[in-house]
C-alpha cells in the first residue's frame, strides 16, 4: 500500500473515540457565534489530550491512556428509517467530494521508487493547500514523526478513509460511535442559569429514553451530564458568574461542572492583531457532514458529473449516478471490460462525447456554510485558547475516564453475577478459555440470522459493551478477552452481525496489545468480510473491516496478503470504493520485497477505470500516467494506445489541452498495431481535440504530428528545371530532384571545376572557392550558407510519411519562411547592419489557408491537395520565387491536416475520395498546423573536446542567401550521336542560350575526357566543312581536297607546319599543371564566343568534332560548362552547367606499327637526315553486328617534330586498301628526318604533318577536327617520357665537346634519344554502312605513336592484368639506384653501312690478287660527339662461315680510331683482297663506339648489318 502519515496504531486509535454530544442553550450559541462557530466547532482543534490520563482497571490496576483524543458532536435527531448496508446519496457525495478536492501538488519534488528495471514517480511529497486539515494535522504530528511515519503517496486515500470512519451511521449491534456523554452548556448571561441546566438535561433525557428517535444513539442509559457555564469576557458579569458557577459545584458536584471562559476581545479590536486559526481545517468536513448526513435520502446528482461520466459514448454509472429500486441503491452498470475501449469503433459516440464534454463544466462550491474569506475565533486570544484546552482536559480526566472506569465495574461485577463466576472476570479467564471450545461454523453452513436482535439488557450485549469501553480507553488485553467471548456467544446463537463485529474488534484488540503476546488473527477478519459481504450485506462495515485489515497486513510487510484482501473488496456497487483500492493493492505490489511492477500498472490500469467511472476524472488521469511508465517502450502497443487513447480523453475533458494532445501524437506516431478502422476512430477525435485546442487560441500555429516528416531527407534544388528535349535538340542533362546522390561523381564535379576555376583565374584557385552545389541533401556540405539568385525557384523535397493504416488528406500545403532584405549592391559597413533589418513572414497569412502570402517578396507555391495512401511514403515538391535579395530562412510546412470521409476504408481511390468525400466536404475533421523542418547537422570530430562530446555542426540547407541577378546558360545538343565505331569522326553543334537577363561571358568546358570532343580552331582558317546541320548529309567532318595531278602516287601529297598551342593544346596544359592532367586525362577548352560575349537572350550555335573513344563497350562521358557575369563583383564569382552522356563504342580497325633502320643509302639529297622503314598492319576488328560492310584506309599521316613519312614503298599489286572483316592489310613506308631548313630555332616547337594519300582524296590533317584529336588524344608523347628527356637534349646540344660530366643521367639520355622515334602514324579510315537500306559512310582516324625503334607500337592501348597482391611494407623503400644504358642500349650509337659491287670480275689467271675498294659509311645517330674505333682484324672462326662464304682479307690500314660529332656521317674507304673466286661476306669490320665525354667507359661493340655478299668471278 501507499505511504501513510500516521503509524498503524495511532490510526485505529483515531478511527474508534469515545464520542460526546453537545447540547446549547440559545445564549450559548450566541456566544460561540461571535467566531463564526458553535460550541463543537470551538472544541474540536482541541480535541486530543497532549497528556497522559490514569484510570483503574477492575483488578484495580492502573493503566496509562496516552494520546486520546474524544470527537465532540452536536445532538441532531432524525426520524428512525431503516438501517440498510449501502451507503446513502449524501455519504456517497461526502466521500465523493474529500476524494475530488484532495489532488496531487503540482510542481512538488519527486516520490520516486526504484523497482527493478524501473524509476517510477509516485506521487509529490506535498500536497495542495486546498487540503488544509491535512496539511495541519501532519504538523501536529512533527514531534512524533520518527522511522515509522512516512509521507503519504495517496492523501486522498487517507482522507476519504478517516471520512468515511467518522462519517459511518451508529448501530445497533456494537458500540464504538454511541454516545458516552452529554455536555450540557448555559450561558452566564442567563437569568436563571440552573433552570436552563435543568430544561437541557430534560431535553437530553428525553432524547434518549422517549423512544423517538433512534439518532443519535447512547452507549449506557445513564448518560454522562457534564454541566458547562459558558461566560462572555466582553459583555458578561464575572462575578455573578463565578457566584453561578460555586452554586454549580455545591449542585452538581466540583466533578461534574465548568466555568469556561471566552471571548476576552472584541473582534474590532484583534483585527491588528493575528490570532492563529486551527479552526478552518475542520470545517469542510464538518460542513460537510452537517449538511448532507441526516438529510432525506434523495437520489442526487455530484458535481454534474452526469456529463463527464459519459465521455465514452456508453451510460457509464459511477457512484454517485445511480437509482433506487425497491428502496435499495443498485447501480446500473456496463458490462464492458476495463481494458476495453469505451467507444466502439462503428460508432461515432466518442466524437459526441468529446463534443458533449467540450459544454464548460463547472464544480459547485465544496461548503455551503463556510466562506473562504470568513476568520473565525477573532474574539479569542490566545489564553481563550488555554482555556479551552484545560476545559477539555479537565473534562476528560475528571469526568469522563472516571465516568468510564465506573461503567467497567459495573458491567465487570453483573457479568460475574450472572454467571455465577468468580469475583473477577480475570481469575476466570483461564477457565473460559482454556478447554471445551466450540468448532466454528463455515459462514455457508450459517443461516441468515442477520435479523436477530438481541435486547439491550442482554447479557451478550453487556458483554460486547463492556468489550466496547475497554477498546475506547485502550485497555486491549481486556477488550480481547471480552470480544472472544462475545464472539462465542454470538456464533452459538447465530446471531452473524454481531460475530461479525466481535471478531472485527476482537482481531484489531489482539494487534494492539502491547507487547504482541499473540499473532494477529488475520483469519477473525476474513470471517467477518466475509459475513457482513455475503450474509448481512453490508458493505460499509465490510469496507471498515478491510481497511483496517489491510492496514495491520501492511505494517506486517504482507503485501500480497494486503492486496489480495483489498482486490476482493472491489465491486460493482461503488466505483469510488473499488478505484482506491484497486490503487492501494497496486501500490502493494509495488512494495513487495520483489516488487511486481507489471501488476502495479496493470491495477493502477483497473484503477484509473474505475476512477473514471466515479466521476474521478483528474486521479483517473493521474493512474493511467503512473501507469504510462511501465508500459512505455516495452514494445506493448496495444497498451500503450488504450493508455495513451484514456489519457487524452481525460486530459481534453479537464482542460488539459496540451497534455491531450501529446497523448494522441503518441497514438499517431508510433508504429500502431491497430486496426486501421480503430486507426480512423482515433484520428477523427485527434483531430476533432486538436480543432478545440487550436480555436480556443489562435496565437500561432500548433505543431501537427502528421505525417512523419524525414526532415534530414530534405533535399533543396536551386534554380530552374530544366527542360526535356525540345524535336532534335538534346538539353544538358545538369542536376536535377529525380538524380540520386553520388559521392564519388559529387567529387569528380568538384574537381572539375576546380580545373576550369584555375584556368580562368590563371592557374590559381581563389581562397574564397567554393564548389557549386546545386542541390543539397544529406550528404553534402552543408556548413555553409548556399547561395540562391533572385528570380530563381528555389525548389524544396520533402519526404512525408504515413505511419496510419487510413489515408491522410493534406490541403493547402506550402512553405513557412523568414526573409530579411539586404541589398548586395550597396556596401555594407558592418555585417551588423543585417540585424537591424526587420525579418518579414508568412506564418501569419500561412495561417490562414488561400490568403495572399507575401507574393512581391517571396512567392510561395500553394499545394491544394497532397494525398498519403496508407503507411505510403511520398515525395512533394515545394517551390519558392524570390523577388528580393537578403537573407531566406526555411522554418517548415503550413497544411489543413484531415482524413478522409471514410478512415476506415484503405481501398479510397486517392484522387476521388480526395475530391468527392475529402475532409473538406466533412465540417470538423480537418486542422492547420505546421511541421518545422529541424535538420540536425553533422557530428564535429575534429578537435579533442569534439571528440569526447557530441555536438553537431550547422545544417545551412534551409538558409540560403538571394544575391542578385546572375547569367543563366542552358545548353542543347544537336544530332548528338549515342553510338559510334573506336575512333569515328562525327559533327554535332551546340546551342548556348543565355536564359537571364545579365550578359555572359568567359565560356568554358572542361571534361572527364577531353579527347572526346573539339570546338575547333579559332586561330586557323574556318574548315571547309558544313556550317549547318541542315547541309549534313554524307559530307566529310574533314577538309578534304582533290589529290594533285601531278602528284607522285605513294608519295607525300603535302607537308605542313602547326604549332600545338594553335589547337588549345597550351590550355590544356596550362590546367593540367594545376590538377595534375599532365598524365593527358583531363583539359580545358575556352568555347569561341562571337564578341566573346552572350549577351541576355541571345543564342549562338557552334559546330562541336566527336571522336569515338579508342576502347570499346559504354562511356560515361562528363561535361562542365564554366561561366561567368560581365558584371564583375557578385557575391557569385561564377557558375557552371553538367552535362553528361553516354557513348558506346563499337570496335573499328586495330593498328599496329613497327619502327626500323634502313640500312640502304638513301638518295643524296637526304644523305644528312637519315631515314627509316615504318611497317604498318591495319586489321578489321569489327563485329558484323554493327553493320560495317568494309572499311578503306583513305590516308596515312604522319605528325612528327622530327620525323615525317616520306613516300609508300609497297608494291604495286599490294596497293588494295578495302579491308572486310577480319581482313587484315600492310602497308610500308619510307621516314626520313625533317629538314633542316624547317628545324630552325622559331619552329622547334611545330609538328610536321605529312600526309600521304592513298585514293583520290586528300585529308588535311593540320586543320580540324583531325589535329584536335590528334593533339587531345589520351596518352601524348611528352607524358611517357621522363622530365629530363628535353633537358638532356638541351644540356648536350649546349655543351658538345665541352669535356667529361653530367653523370650517369646525361649518359642514360643521350643512348635513349638515340633509339626514340618522336613520330606519331594517323591512320585515317572510312566505313561503309548500310543504314535503313541506304548506304551511309563514316570516317574516323586512329593513331599509333611510335616512340622506340623495333618496339611495336598498337593504336589499342591494352589492358593491363590484375595485379597479384602485394604485402604490406611498413618501412619506406629506397629510391632505386640510377641505372646505367644497358649494351644493347648502346650498341645503336653507329650505324654501319658497305658499299660495293655485287658482282666483280678478275683475271686470277693473270693476277693472283684481286682487290675491290669497299666504302664503310659511319652515321651517328645520337646527338653527341661519340669516339669510333674500326677493327679489321677480326675473321670469322665458325666453320660453317668458312664453307659458305670462303675467307678473305683486308689491306691497308686494319685499326681506325675517329671522333664523329653529333649525327654525322663519315666515309671510310677500305680495300678487299680475294685469292680465289667465288662468294664472300665482307661484313667483318667490327665498329666499336663509346660517348666522347665518358672517358672511364669502355667501347661497346655495334650492331652489324645484315651480311654483305660479293661475289668474284674469274674472268678468264
Sequence with gaps: MAQCVQSVQEFIQDSFVPMVAVLCSEDAEKVTRKNNLNFSELLRPFCRLTSEGHMRDPSNQVQVVKNLRISVNNVVTRPSVPSSGVPGHAHRRLLSEVVLTCQPAEGGVANVITAGDYDLNISDRSLKASVPWYSDWRDTLTELSTSKHYTATTPWFEAYRESFLQSMPASDHEFLNHYLACLLVVSSSEAVPVEKFLKLSQEQHRIQHSGEYTNPKWFIPNTLKYYVLLHDMSQGDEQRADSVYEDMKQRYGAQGCYLLKVNSRTAAAGADEQIPDPW??????????????????????????????????????????????DGVLVNSLDNTHPLQLDTPSDTPGSLDALRAVAVETKPPPLATGVAAATSHGACLTLNDHDRIRLFIQEFTFRGLLPHIEKNIRQLNDQLVSRKGLSRSLFSATKKWFGGGKVPEKSIAELKNTSGLLYPPEAPELQIRKMADLCFLVQLYDLAYSCYHTAKKDFLSDQAMLYAAGALEMAAVSAFLQVGAPRPYPAHYMDTAIQTYRDVSKNMVLAERCALLSAEVLKSQAKYSDAATLLIKMTSEDSDLRSALLLEQAAHCFINMRNPMVRKFAFHMILAGHRFSKAGQKRHALRCYCQAMQVYKGKGWSLAEDH??????????????????????????????????TQQGAFLREYLYVY????????????????????????????????????????AATHVSLDQEFDRDLAAMWQDLEEQVVAAAKRGVVPATFQSTQCCLNSQTDNLRF???????????????????????????????????????????PQEDSVGDAVPISNEKEASVPRTSQKDDVIATEVIPEFYLSPEETKLARLKLLPHQTGQLNILGLVYNLAST???????????????????????????????????????????????????HGPDRRLDP???????????????????????????????????????????????????????????????????????FENCSAYKTLATPPGATPGFVAAVTLVSEGDFGSGTRLRGGGVSGAGTGGKGITEIPLGEGTLKPGESTQLPMWLRGPDQEGVHEIHFLFYYESAEKGGKISHRVLRHTVFICASRSLSVRATACRSNTLPEEEEERNGSMLVFVDVENINSSEAGVREFHIAQVSS??????????????????????????????????????????????????????????????????????????????????????????????????????????????????????????????????????????????????????????????????????????KFKPELPPPMTRPSMEQLSHLIKTNLQYPESYSHPFNQKSLCMVPVTLTLSNCSLAQVDVIIDLRHKATSPESLEVHGSFTWLGQTQFKMQLGAQEVMRVQLRACFLHAGVYNLGTPRVFAKLADQGAMCETSQQTATPALIIIINST
Excluded at 510519411?801 to 550597396?826: C, E
Design 1199 to 1368: 605528325s612528327s617534330k622530327q620525323w615525317r613519312l616520306h613516300k609508300c614503298i609497297n608494291p604495286a599489286e599490294d596497293k588494295d586498301c578495302k579491308l572486310t572483316s577480319r581482313e587484315r592489310g600492310k602497308l610500308c613506308f619510307r621516314a626520313t628526318r625533317c629538314k633542316p631548313l624547317q628545324v630552325t630555332l622559331k619552329a622547334a616547337e611545330k609538328y610536321t604533318f605529312a600526309d600521304l594519300s592513298l585514293g583520290n582524296e586528300l585529308i588535311i590533317t593540320s586543320t580540324t577536327p583531325c589535329a584536335d584529336f590528334f593533339f587531345r588524344r589520351c596518352q601524348p608523347l611528352e607524358s611517357l617520357k621522363p622530365p629530363v628527356a628535353m633537358e638532356t637534349q638541351g644540356r648536350h646540344s649546349r655543351s658538345q665537346g665541352v669535356g667529361h660530366g653530367g653523370g650517369d643521367k646525361d649518359i642514360a639520355g643521350v643512348v635513349r634519344k638515340c633509339n626514340e622515334v618522336d613520330l606519331d602514324i594517323i591512320i585515317l579510315w572510312k566505313a561503309f554502312v548500310v543504314e535503313d537500306n541506304k548506304q551511309v559512310i563514316l570516317e574516323g582516324q586512329l593513331h599509333v605513336a611510335l616512340q622506340t625503334i623495333d618496339k611495336e607500337a598498337c593504336s589499342l592501348t591494352q589492358k593491363e592484368e590484375a595485379q597479384e597482391m602485394v604485402l604490406l
Design 961 to 1031: 542567401t538571394i544575391t542578385p541577378p546572375m547569367p543563366l546558360l542552358e545548353v542543347f545538343f544537336l544530332q548528338f550521336p549515342t553510338a559510334l565505331l573506336c575512333g569515328e569522326i562525327r559533327k554535332a553543334y551546340v546551342e548556348f542560350c543565355n536564359m537571364s537577363r545579365v550578359t555572359l561571358c568567359g565560356l568554358r568546358v572542361a571534361s572527364t575526357h577531353p579527347d572526346f570532343f573539339t570546338f575547333g580552331s579559332s586561330s586557323l582558317a574556318t574548315p571547309l566543312t558544313p556550317l549547318s546541320p541542315t547541309s
Design 786 to 828: 548556399p547561395l540562391a539568385v533572385v528570380e530563381e525557384p528555389i525548389i524544396v523535397e520533402v519526404v512525408f510519411r504515413n505511419p496510419l493504416k487510413v489515408p491522410l488528406v493534406l490541403s493547402d500545403l506550402s512553405l513557412l519562411w523568414k526573409f530579411t532584405l539586404k541589398d548586395f549592391n550597396r556596401p555594407q
Design 691 to 730: 480543432k478545440n485546442v487550436t480555436g480556443a487560441c489562435e496565437v500561432a500555429l500548433p505543431q501537427l504530428p502528421l505525417p512523419c516528416i524525414n526532415s534530414s531527407a530534405t533535399r533543396v534544388y536551386f534554380g530552374h528545371e530544366r527542360r526535356l528535349a525540345e524535336g532534335e535538340k538534346q
Design 280 to 325: 478552518s481545517q475542520y470545517l469542510h468536513k464538518s460542513s460537510l457532514q452537517s449538511q448532507d448526513q441526516y438529510e432525506d435520502p434523495a437520489p442526487v446528482v455530484v458535481n454534474n458529473t452526469a456529463v463527464e461520466n459519459n465521455v465514452g459514448g456508453t451510460s457509464e454509472v459511477d457512484g454517485h449516478d445511480s437509482e433506487e429500486k
Design 643 to 676: 493508455i495513451n487513447f484514456t489519457i487524452g480523453r481525460q486530459s481534453f475533458t479537464l482542460r488539459q489541452p496540451e497534455n491531450a494532445v501529446t497523448a494522441f501524437r503518441h497514438i499517431l506516431t508510433n508504429d500502431s498495431q491497430q486496426t486501421s
Design 901 to 951: 470521409s471514410s478512415t476506415g476504408d484503405t481501398t479510397i481511390n486517392s484522387t476521388a475520395a480526395s475530391q468527392t468525400e475529402g475532409p473538406s466536404a466533412a465540417e470538423g475533421t480537418s486542422v492547420r498546423g505546421r511541421q518545422d523542418l529541424e535538420i540536425q547537422g553533422p557530428r564535429l570530430n575534429q578537435t579533442k573536446e569534439e571528440k569526447t562530446s557530441v555536438s
